[in-house]
């Protein structure tokens, strides 16, 4: 008994150090937000005042300085988040997670975004270089005097390298890169084609529909809605691993919106603001907020890690923005026909052309330390060959991005935006964006409100770029782009509102894209017609809507198709009492998601193969095209798309799918969460995961799951993963509403928090506050009254 209990005493006393130890290791890291701070590189002092979450609000007495302490703050929060985005920038995640890693920076190096890069950093006016030397600078200043440097590094045995201004531009060129749809599209209905055939393919292939509503649609243009929405009950909710190592630097976007109101509309007569671009959940957040001010340059909102000033939202003294992916289609991919006998030579319309060659470097970390080796890539006049580090690209597939084809612009932009005043100075910064895809909300202090819709649109001799095309025949080619005075904007709309759930601005006479969204369009158009003025709460609670129109749409027809199947009763009594309001106490949205899910896959899989649809159609960022099929053929219950073709002998309709579908969607349901539906409620299925890119490993980074509310129709966005279903992969992440009566009211929420260090208080204490609907306030007008305050100072 006596040696057991010293033996007992012995493990607790190891357990403690233990603990002491881990406390020790990673609290040694965090910042502090009070006191001063000698800072090499500054001119004159700074003041950093810190809110209680986190939020940092730089007051410089000059431009320089502002920058520079962005810089410097922004490395102390979420210096290895930036580092693993200009890594995948460079092509370089494998000198960190070794060769696990390799086949994505082949696809990196062989893209050629820090190619581009360099080349844009010498392209760069001089004007606009100071900003990003700053910038740069302060990174570099807070590693060179960091003492204890993001834990991360010491777990991983590396270190990170002085920043480059090159480094700040990759981070913006990925970001422009992962808000192109088609550049997984395209390849995914090509395959299909090829599998398939034409008939299903042309099917298939995206379209918007002519009920589906455009932002810039009058109060008085004609919208018909098809009769599967017609006298539905409205209801107004108010209520990381290293495989995935790519979604910290180019997160696919699949959803976002913003809904703006001009004075007639609200009950202070001051414009209102909502904006949410919604992304894959990350940890820490995609984004970073905070305020800075130097002089007349004072903003506040969503800034990207590596890259200077405000960018996805904010607002200064004037005006507000927000934005939401265009979706325009600005990536073709060209099959190029190598010469037989040369092949570094493809044929072109004017005979055979060498290919030029360049040769990267791939660097990867082994036992042995830094292993390097050689990565020819070809590139033709449309750009690098992708074939084999894209999978379902055609042989010798080059491909042709505006993003690798023009100056970016980005940091022009963004900086003049932050500094506008009106929505004339808006537009004129937006038009220095060459790159980014976008549409972006505005409104301003005077009560003005408007968009401005942001790309560079090629014009093709022939086609639409929906499909590779051959690169020989000299058919396709590209002959300029679509002027930004003709890109699609609004000011002042007579109707008083606008709004953009990724769906058509307006009718262009020129290809814009087959790939918006409208479903979330037609639910705000249903609550518009039952509203007469909107409030701040209202417009809060606007953002968290979580009715699926999609479900309005689908739910009578198998009320009607399963009526007789008693085994599914119970399924069939919460949908006839659901209101399709996805909200988390909900059976009927877990049910009525799983049948959907088996629908699409009912639907389709037979003619294009389980591999095309569970590798690559059924993604969540591809939802919307069997989805947008789905709403094209659901009045044509003998559409052949129904028909199974692997029974040969019987012809299915849509009801005899729809029964097939809620049979597997209650059996999956069963596995998941139990045999009895009343347990089956949206909460337990639908869950956010904040995971750490080091959280497969080490689990304790990663933060537990939240239920969360909404779906792939909803407002209050809560696409899911449908390989594991019904894991949230992106959402609402960063939320901002603007009250131009008083800048004061304003708030904003980016889950999980503002810094990127574990045991840090900031790093997961705003991911309960986001699922659960709320925000926080930004101190914008009166930031001096923030009790922490940081000093950087100059070295004398």
Same mark, same amino acid.
């Given at each position: 008994?006596?040696?057991?209990?010293?033996?007992?005493?012995?493990?607790?006393?190891? #357990?403690?150090?233990?603990?002491?130890?881990?406390?020790?290791?990673?609290?040694?890291?965090?910042?502090?937000?009070?006191?001063?701070?000698?800072?090499?590189?500054?001119?004159?002092?700074?003041?950093?005042?810190?809110?209680?979450?986190?939020?940092?609000?730089?007051?410089?007495?000059?431009?320089?300085?502002?920058?520079?302490?962005?810089?410097?703050? &922004?490395?102390?929060?979420?210096?290895?988040?930036?580092?693993?985005?200009?890594?995948?920038?460079?092509?370089?995640?494998?000198?960190? %997670?070794?060769?696990?890693?390799?086949?994505?920076?082949?696809?990196?190096? &062989?893209?050629?975004?820090?190619?581009?890069?360099?080349?844009?950093?010498?392209?760069?006016?001089?004007?606009?270089?100071?900003?990003?030397?700053?910038?740069?600078?302060?990174?570099?200043?807070?590693?060179?005097?960091?003492?204890?440097?993001?834990?991360?590094?010491?777990?991983?045995?590396?270190?990170?390298?002085?920043?480059?201004?090159?480094?700040?531009?990759?981070?913006?060129? !990925?970001?422009?890169?992962?808000? &192109?749809?088609?550049?997984?599209?395209?390849?995914?209905?090509?395959?299909?084609?090829?599998?398939? $055939?034409?008939?299903?393919?042309?099917?298939?292939?995206?379209?918007?529909?002519?009920?589906?509503?455009?932002?810039?649609?009058?109060?008085?243009?004609?919208?018909?809605?098809?009769?599967?929405?017609?006298?539905?009950?409205?209801?107004?909710?108010?209520?990381?691993?290293?495989?995935?190592?790519?979604?910290?630097?180019?997160?696919?976007?699949?959803?976002?919106?913003?809904?703006?109101?001009?004075?007639?509309?609200?009950?202070?007569?001051?414009?209102?603001?909502?904006?949410?671009?919604?992304?894959?959940?990350?940890?820490?957040?995609?984004?970073?907020?905070?305020?800075?001010?130097?002089?007349?340059?004072?903003?506040?909102?969503?800034?990207?890690?590596?890259?200077?000033?405000?960018?996805?939202?904010?607002?200064?003294?004037?005006?507000?923005?927000?934005?939401?992916?265009?979706?325009?289609?600005?990536?073709?991919?060209?099959?190029?026909?190598?010469?037989?006998?040369?092949?570094?030579?493809?044929?072109?319309?004017?005979?055979?052309?060498?290919?030029?060659?360049?040769?990267?470097?791939?660097? %990867?970390?082994?036992?042995?330390?830094?292993?390097?080796?050689?990565?020819?890539?070809?590139?033709?006049?449309?750009?690098?060959?992708?074939?084999?580090?894209?999978?379902?690209?055609?042989?010798?597939?080059?491909?042709?991005?505006?993003?690798?084809?023009?100056?970016?612009? !980005?940091?022009?932009?963004?900086?003049?935006?932050?500094?506008?005043?009106? %929505?004339?100075?808006?537009?004129?910064?937006?038009?220095?964006?060459?790159?980014?895809? !976008?549409?972006?909300?505005?409104?301003?202090?005077?009560?003005?409100?408007?968009?401005?819709?942001?790309?560079?649109?090629? #014009?093709?001799?022939?086609?639409?770029?929906?499909?590779?095309?051959?690169?020989?025949?000299?058919?396709?080619?590209?002959?300029?782009?679509?002027?930004?005075?003709? /890109?699609?904007?609004?000011?002042?709309?007579?109707?008083?509102?606008?709004?953009?759930?990724?769906?058509?601005?307006?009718?262009?006479?020129?290809?814009?894209?087959?790939?918006?969204?409208?479903?979330?369009?037609?639910?705000?158009?249903?609550?518009?017609?039952?509203?007469?003025?909107?409030?701040?709460?209202?417009?809060?609670?606007?953002?968290?809507?979580?009715?699926?129109?999609?479900?309005?749409?689908?739910?009578?027809?198998? #009320?009607?198709?399963?009526?007789?199947?008693?085994?599914?009763?119970?399924?069939?009594?919460? /949908?006839?009492?659901?209101?399709?309001?996805?909200?988390?106490?909900?059976?009927?949205? &877990?049910?009525?998601?799983?049948?959907?899910?088996?629908?699409?896959?009912?639907?389709?899989?037979?003619?294009?193969?389980?591999?095309?649809?569970?590798?690559?159609?059924?993604?969540?960022?591809?939802?919307?095209?069997?989805?947008?099929?789905?709403?094209?053929?659901?009045?044509?219950?003998?559409?052949?798309? %129904?028909?199974?073709?692997?029974?040969?002998?019987?012809?299915?309709?849509?009801?005899?799918?729809?029964?097939?579908?809620?049979?597997?969607?209650?059996?999956?349901?069963?596995?998941?969460?139990?045999?009895?539906?009343?347990?089956?409620?949206?909460?337990?299925?639908?869950?956010?995961?904040?995971?750490?890119?080091?959280?497969?490993?080490?689990?304790?980074?990663?933060?537990?799951?939240?239920?969360?509310?909404?779906?792939?129709?909803?407002?209050?966005? $809560?696409?899911?993963?449908?390989?594991?279903?019904?894991?949230?992969?992106?959402?609402?992440?960063?939320?901002?509403?603007?009250?131009?009566?008083? !800048?004061?009211?304003?708030?904003?929420?980016?889950?999980?928090?503002?810094?990127?260090?574990?045991?840090?208080?900031?790093?997961?204490?705003?991911?309960?506050?986001?699922?659960?609907?709320?925000?926080?306030?930004?101190?914008?007008?009166?930031?001096?009254?923030?009790?922490?305050?940081?000093?950087?100072?100059?070295?004398?």
């Amino acid at each position: 008994m006596k040696v057991l209990k010293i033996s007992a005493i012995v493990l607790v006393i190891i #357990l403690l150090l233990a603990f002491l130890l881990v406390q020790v290791f990673f609290r040694s890291a965090l910042p502090k937000y009070s006191g001063t701070l000698a800072v090499d590189g500054l001119h004159e002092a700074v003041e950093v005042r810190t809110d209680e979450y986190g939020i940092p609000h730089i007051l410089a007495q000059n431009e320089h300085d502002l920058f520079f302490a962005q810089g410097f703050i &922004t490395a102390r929060e979420r210096l290895f988040q930036m580092d693993l985005t200009r890594r995948a920038g460079r092509g370089e995640l494998s000198t960190l %997670f070794g060769e696990r890693t390799l086949n994505n920076d082949r696809f990196l190096k &062989t893209a050629g975004f820090y190619r581009k890069a360099r080349q844009e950093y010498m392209q760069m006016p001089e004007r606009t270089k100071p900003v990003l030397h700053a910038y740069t600078d302060g990174i570099n200043a807070w590693i060179s005097q960091a003492g204890r440097l993001p834990r991360e590094y010491v777990l991983l045995k590396a270190e990170p390298e002085p920043w480059l201004p090159e480094d700040s531009i990759v981070c913006g060129l !990925l970001m422009a890169y992962s808000l &192109t749809r088609s550049k997984k599209i395209d390849l995914v209905l090509h395959s299909i084609g090829e599998k398939a $055939g034409d008939a299903v393919l042309k099917e298939i292939m995206p379209s918007y529909p002519d009920f589906a509503p455009r932002v810039s649609m009058s109060c008085e243009e004609p919208n018909p809605i098809p009769d599967s929405y017609a006298n539905l009950t409205t209801v107004f909710a108010t209520g990381g691993c290293f495989g995935d190592i790519l979604s910290f630097a180019m997160p696919d976007i699949p959803a976002s919106n913003w809904m703006i109101f001009s004075g007639k509309w609200t009950t202070t007569g001051k414009a209102l603001f909502a904006g949410s671009p919604d992304l894959k959940p990350t940890l820490p957040a995609l984004f970073y907020i905070v305020h800075l001010q130097a002089g007349a340059y004072d903003v506040i909102g969503g800034s990207m890690p590596g890259t200077p000033g405000v960018t996805v939202l904010g607002f200064n003294q004037n005006i507000a923005w927000s934005i939401v992916n265009g979706r325009g289609d600005e990536l073709d991919y060209f099959i190029e026909k190598p010469n037989p006998d040369n092949p570094d030579q493809y044929l072109t319309e004017n005979g055979f052309e060498d290919f030029r060659v360049v040769n990267e470097t791939l660097r %990867f970390k082994t036992k042995q330390g830094i292993q390097e080796e050689v990565l020819p890539v070809k590139i033709s006049r449309h750009g690098p060959v992708i074939s084999d580090v894209l999978p379902l690209a055609p042989p010798n597939t080059a491909m042709m991005w505006t993003g690798l084809e023009l100056y970016s612009g !980005l940091f022009e932009g963004f900086y003049t935006l932050n500094r506008a005043r009106n %929505f004339t100075q808006f537009r004129e910064a937006l038009s220095s964006l060459r790159t980014m895809d !976008l549409n972006f909300g505005y409104a301003d202090i005077d009560g003005n409100i408007g968009y401005q819709y942001t790309a560079s649109l090629p #014009l093709r001799k022939k086609g639409d770029g929906s499909l590779p095309v051959p690169g020989w025949s000299g058919e396709y080619e590209w002959q300029g782009y679509v002027p930004f005075e003709e /890109l699609p904007y609004d000011y002042n709309p007579q109707k008083g509102y606008l709004a953009s759930f990724n769906n058509e601005p307006k009718k262009t006479p020129y290809h814009l894209t087959n790939y918006y969204l409208f479903e979330r369009a037609i639910r705000f158009d249903e609550i518009i017609q039952s509203l007469d003025t909107v409030s701040l709460d209202k417009i809060r609670q606007l953002q968290l809507d979580t009715v699926d129109v999609v479900a309005k749409r689908w739910v009578p027809y198998v #009320l009607e198709a399963c009526a007789d199947m008693s085994e599914l009763a119970p399924a069939m009594l919460y /949908l006839q009492q659901w209101n399709f309001s996805v909200d988390t106490e909900s059976v009927g949205a &877990t049910i009525f998601n799983a049948f959907y899910l088996k629908l699409m896959q009912n639907t389709l899989v037979d003619e294009i193969g389980d591999e095309l649809w569970r590798e690559h159609l059924s993604a969540s960022y591809l939802f919307y095209v069997p989805d947008l099929l789905l709403a094209k053929i659901v009045k044509d219950p003998g559409h052949f798309l %129904f028909d199974d073709i692997t029974t040969a002998d019987i012809r299915e309709t849509r009801d005899e799918i729809i029964r097939r579908s809620m049979q597997q969607a209650f059996g999956m349901l069963s596995d998941m969460l139990g045999d009895r539906p009343e347990k089956w409620q949206w909460g337990k299925a639908h869950l956010m995961y904040f995971e750490h890119p080091l959280g497969s490993k080490l689990k304790f980074l990663n933060l537990k799951s939240i239920p969360t509310q909404g779906d792939h129709h909803t407002i209050n966005s $809560g696409f899911w993963d449908t390989k594991h279903p019904f894991i949230m992969d992106s959402g609402g992440v960063i939320r901002m509403v603007v009250d131009f009566s008083d !800048l004061d009211n304003s708030t904003i929420i980016s889950p999980p928090g503002q810094s990127g260090h574990y045991m840090s208080p900031h790093y997961k204490d705003l991911a309960r506050m986001w699922a659960d609907g709320d925000q926080l306030s930004l101190h914008f007008l009166s930031p001096k009254k923030l009790e922490d305050v940081l000093i950087l100072n100059p070295v004398q």
